[in-house]
């Protein structure tokens, strides 16, 4: 709930902020997505280089490994062949020296020495010989044969395949003193050289190949198949030379799972930031809409409040005051800042009236509140006062709990003046009609202050006779004048009853006895009767009803009644004029009945029979009837009229019991 007090928003503006809100985490997301792609885009190519690096060393390296080797074969054989040339030479030397070199170099597969012509001299092992034609006689064009015969130092030869293997030869010329004597033949087997220089761990990380000149694979290890895209690189093989390379390939490497997972969950993360975005966008959306709608509605519910006469108060329900709107601040006087967090007694209570106005605020708070609403007196900051007619109803809130209590306020300082100045005009009005009653009954009371007066007269001139008669006892005396003394106090209740009767005087409940009220009555108006000849007939119950009324009032009203009642009864035969007062009850109220004889009433008059200055009579004022029902509403009764089954008519009021 909102203070008076509170501003309000601009309805209908739509801040600008909530699309940067949210664009910004989108833009944001998607870069992070973008430098997190590039930096595992770097980290494999970095990845790539340091394995391109490794490859190649590793492949020189391997290069190295062959090429010492074979260089180290030609050194062997180079020595063999000088010990060959030698004279002094031990027997079966090549023998014993070659059987030692083949049984440590697996890769060579025969080494034989040849003489002058090409002619095998000895070779072992004997039985194979790779290059031997169905001749059993050397190629003398054989290309390594002739260079090493020219250069003089030892040659590698091509490699060639036999039986689907390749070779490759190696030629040492042996030279006794400065002749040329043979020549050393060691052929090599590539497979076995291979095998045998190509370690394991080479093989797990590479395939391997021996390519020529042309490319043709003439050896190779691998263990695993290398990926259509994979690393290579390719080193001349010098010796032999002529073209023949080490060509090698790295094996596929298993992409490393966690790089993958990693990526994965980055993209998937991704997808969910954007996804909740896109949620977020429509919740925003939504709540955006709502709190238009709000800004509509409370923008529509403050310009109504506003535009209330009615003054709305909110208190909670230990009677602090959360809320007044402005109609309520003009009726007290007071700022709305002033009235928010009051606690009783709150400052617009009248002081004079503090007890009574805290009863009704606690039956409030008690939900006792009368569901007609009540009546307050306060006090504005001025110092003036107001009348308010206050409804309270329950506030509950948006869970159906019950907050405090919401009190509509209306401002009856008006309508209660208007009121107690037709009150007032009221009882001017009744006072006039009492005098009038008076005047009209001048006669009557005339008659009936001659009875005393002419017997206080008689009296008085009887004791003056015995005075001046001089015949008198004292006690005789005494008599006389006590009952002169009681005739003076007769006159003077009387004249007293005339007195309360027509004096002005606000009206006052009390304790009253129906009974003397209605002889009172009868009292006033009997010479009226007597004059018009009705008979008077009082039909009374020997109880007396427990009463709280205004006697002077009541009396009134029967004397209204009943002359009405003698006046209406003019053109009745003389034996039927009769007037009866009769006092029933039930077990709530007194009915009283004014019955006549008369003249009975017209419908066209029944209608405005209560209205003010309504008469048929020429004479009439026509305020009685109007004067008496609202005595007796005054007294929380009922008047009405009634037709008399005998010709006539009879009034009727009730007066309820006193609690
Ligand atoms: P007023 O007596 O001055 O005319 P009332 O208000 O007392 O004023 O009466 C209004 C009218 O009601 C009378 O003029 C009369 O016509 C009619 N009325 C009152 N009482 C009776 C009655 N008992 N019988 C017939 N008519 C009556």
């Known amino acids: 709930m909102n203070s008076a007090g509170t501003s309000t928003r601009t309805p209908g503006a739509t801040p600008a902020w909530s699309s940067w809100y949210l664009t910004m985490p989108k833009l944001a997301v998607g870069l992070l997505v973008v430098l997190l792609v590039a930096l595992l885009w770097l980290l494999q190519d970095n990845e790539k280089e340091e394995q391109r690096a490794t490859l190649i060393a590793d492949v020189l390296w391997l290069e190295q490994s062959f090429r010492f080797h074979l260089e180290n074969n030609a050194e062997q054989l180079q020595q063999l062949a000088l010990d060959l040339g030698r004279e002094d030479r031990p027997e079966k030397l090549f023998d014993t020296r070659t059987r030692h070199l083949i049984r440590t170099n697996p890769e060579l597969v025969q080494v034989a020495w040849l003489d002058n012509d090409g002619v095998t001299r000895e ?48 030629y040492v010329p042996l030279y006794r003193g400065n002749q040329l004597a043979g020549m050393l033949v060691a052929t090599h087997a590539l497979n076995n050289l291979v095998s045998q220089m190509v370690p394991w761990w080479f093989v797990e990380k590479y395939r391997l190949q021996i390519i020529d000149d042309d490319g043709k694979v003439l050896s190779s290890k691998s263990k695993l198949d290398p990926g259509p895209a994979s690393l290579s690189h390719q080193v001349l093989l010098d010796p032999p030379g002529y073209g023949l390379a080490l060509h090698a ?17 980055i993209i998937l993360l991704a997808g969910a930031v954007f996804w909740s975005l896109w949620a977020i966008r429509g919740l925003m959306r939504h709540r955006l809409a709502a709190e238009q709608a709000l800004r509509t509605e409370h923008a529509f519910r403050k310009a109504m409040e506003d535009s209330l006469t009615v003054g709305m108060r909110a208190r909670d329900r230990r009677g602090r005051i959360t809320y007044v709107n402005p109609a309520f601040c003009e009726l007290t006087g007071y700022d709305a800042s002033e009235l928010i967090d009051a606690q009783p007694p709150y400052p617009y209570w009248d002081p ?48 159906g709990k019950h907050t405090g209590w919401m009190g509509s306020v209306l401002d009856i300082t008006e309508r209660k003046r208007a009121e107690e100045l037709a009150r007032q005009h009221q009882e001017k009005l009744q006072a006039t009609s009492r005098l009038v009653a008076m005047g009209e009954m001048a006669s009557t009371l005339a008659h009936e202050l001659n009875q005393p007066l002419a017997a206080i007269s008689s009296y008085n001139a009887g004791c003056l006779n015995r005075l001046e008669s001089g015949n008198y006892q004292p006690d005789e005396l005494r008599g006389v004048l006590e009952k002169l003394g009681v005739q003076a106090q007769r006159a003077g209740r009387i004249i007293r009853r005339v007195h309360d009767f027509v004096r002005k005087r606000e009206p006052k409940l009390a304790e009253c006895d129906l009974a003397e009220v209605v002889d009172d009555a009868i009292g006033f108006i009997e010479h009226l009767a007597q004059q018009r000849g009705v008979r008077i007939e009082r039909e009374l119950p020997g109880w007396r009803p427990p009463l709280l009324a205004d006697q002077v009032m009541i009396e009134q009203v029967l004397l209204n009644l009943m002359r009405n009642a003698i006046e209406a009864m003019g053109e009745t035969p003389p034996e039927r004029r009769r007037l009866t007062v009769r006092v029933t009850q039930n077990e709530r109220e007194v009915e009283v009945r004014v019955i006549d004889n008369g003249s009975g009433i017209a419908d066209a008059v029944m209608e405005r029979l209560f209205t003010p200055f309504f008469s048929t009579k020429e004479d009439g004022m026509g305020m009685g009837l109007n004067i ?32």
Not at 154 to 162: D, G
Not at 631 to 651: D, M, Q, T, Y
């Open 123 to 170: 070779a072992l092992p004997s039985h194979i010989s790779p290059r031997r034609g169905a001749t059993g006689e050397r190629d003398r064009s054989e290309d390594g044969f002739e260079l090493a015969r020219k250069l003089g130092k030892p040659v590698f030869s091509r490699t060639y395949v036999s039986q689907d293997e390749a070779f490759f030869e190696l």
């Open 249 to 265: 390939t790295a094996n596929r490497v298993a992409t490393s799972t966690a790089q993958n997972l990693i990526m994965t969950l």
């Open 352 to 399: 004079a009236l503090l007890e009574r106005t805290r009863e009704l605020h606690d039956r409030v708070l008690d939900g006792l509140a009368p569901a007609e609403g009540f009546e307050i007196r306060g006090r504005r900051k001025d110092g003036s006062y107001f009348d308010a007619l206050v409804y309270e109803a329950p506030l509950i809130d948006a869970d």
């Open 628 to 659: 008496c029902r609202s005595i007796i509403e005054f007294h929380k009764g009922r008047l009405w009229v009634e037709a008399n089954p005998l010709g006539g008519s009879v009034f009727v009021f009730t007066l309820p019991f006193s609690p």
